[in-house]
């Protein structure tokens, strides 16, 4: 056989080695703390508190649906954290990094709004900055290093997907931009902001409307990076970002359907859709097997030629 006529695709069957299990693992531990005090212990006194103050309808019910998609998404974080380990090599130091990444921003959040709004003793009324920045930290510790990576070379878009990424990059640039800028300064955390809630609640919320914006803009940002990211990780990341932007469509589509929306308009889940469906199709596609082999190659081997007997 024609050796130099196959085409071997690259090994993904090989998993990470993590650094630092027992960092991975404290991770897990501290992630699911995290989603268990957001969605059963700090909801209804949160959401109780905003309820009973005096802002108006849409942003009551925008903010109430919004702490329900981020306990959905706070719970992605110790399930990610426990797929890694049986994910191939390429995809394990950047799925860790944005799950620091994400954590990480939480944590800065939180801190600031609590000093913002209580100097130093605002860090108290907000203590679960701590916890996301211990998780963004511990991801960091189980990190392989970059040697462990197997060297994967990013996949050039075909022109049809190229349309597709430049397709989901606008529309996920124009959310990100009104999420940030129109809707922070005009919108539902404006209206928060100059009601009479009570403050930890007050900031709480209004911290978690600022990390919306950095999820909104991480989806753009995840689509670019991809082109210059190893295929796997590319995948990896920008369906995990297409999870988290489904898991506020969910939230926002289940608030209108159970009767807990009724001045929410359906532009947002339809809007939100849009740019979940582009963001998952933009994610790199699984390579196929492309082995090439010679017309010798494809043909039966012939039988050796009986050796010349000679005849009595």
């Given amino acids: 056989m024609n050796n130099s006529a196959t085409t071997m695709a690259p090994d993904m069957s090989v998993t990470a080695t993590i650094a630092r299990p027992w960092a991975l693992w404290t991770a897990v531990a501290v992630a699911t703390i995290t989603a268990v005090l957001h969605t059963f212990v700090q ?39 426990l797929l890694l380990p049986r994910k191939p090599a390429p995809v394990t130091r950047p799925a860790l990094g944005y799950i620091a990444l994400l954590n990480g921003t939480q944590a800065l959040l939180y801190a600031a709004a609590g000093v913002w709004a209580d100097g130093a003793s605002g860090l108290r009324s907000l203590p679960q900055w701590t916890l996301h920045a211990a998780v963004a930290g511990l991801a960091l510790l189980a990190r392989p290093s970059r040697s462990a990576e197997e060297p994967q070379p990013p996949v050039r878009p075909r022109p049809g997907r190229r349309v597709l990424l430049w397709v989901t990059t606008i529309v996920g640039a124009l959310n990100a931009i009104l999420h940030t800028a129109l809707a922070t ?13 009570l ?113 009595r």
């Avoid at 949160?46 to 009973?52: R, V, Y």
């Avoid at 103050?53 to 702490?67: C, D, K, Y």
């Fill in 43 to 81: 909801a209804t006194p949160t959401i109780g508190a905003l309820m009973a103050g005096n802002a108006p309808a849409e942003a009551q019910q925008g903010l109430r649906m919004m702490w329900h998609g981020m306990s959905a998404i706070a719970w992605t974080y110790p399930v990610v954290l």
């Fill in 185 to 197: 300064f005009q919108g539902w955390p404006a209206a928060l902001l100059t009601s009479d809630t």
């Fill in 199 to 311: 403050s930890a609640p007050k900031q709480a919320l209004y911290a978690m409307w600022l990390f919306s914006c950095v999820l909104f803009i991480s989806v753009p940002a995840a689509v670019v990076w991809s082109l210059r990211a190893p295929a796997a990780a590319g995948r990896f990341v920008v369906r995990y970002v297409a999870v988290l932007a489904a898991a506020l469509m969910v939230s926002w589509a289940c608030a209108m359907a159970f009767g807990l929306g009724h001045d929410l308009t359906p532009a947002g889940p339809l809007s939100l859709g849009l740019l979940v469906a582009l963001t998952a199709l933009s994610a790199p596609p699984r390579p196929r097997p492309n082995v090439r082999t010679s017309s010798d190659d494809s043909a039966p081997p012939t039988p050796p030629e009986p050796a010349n007997v000679p005849q």
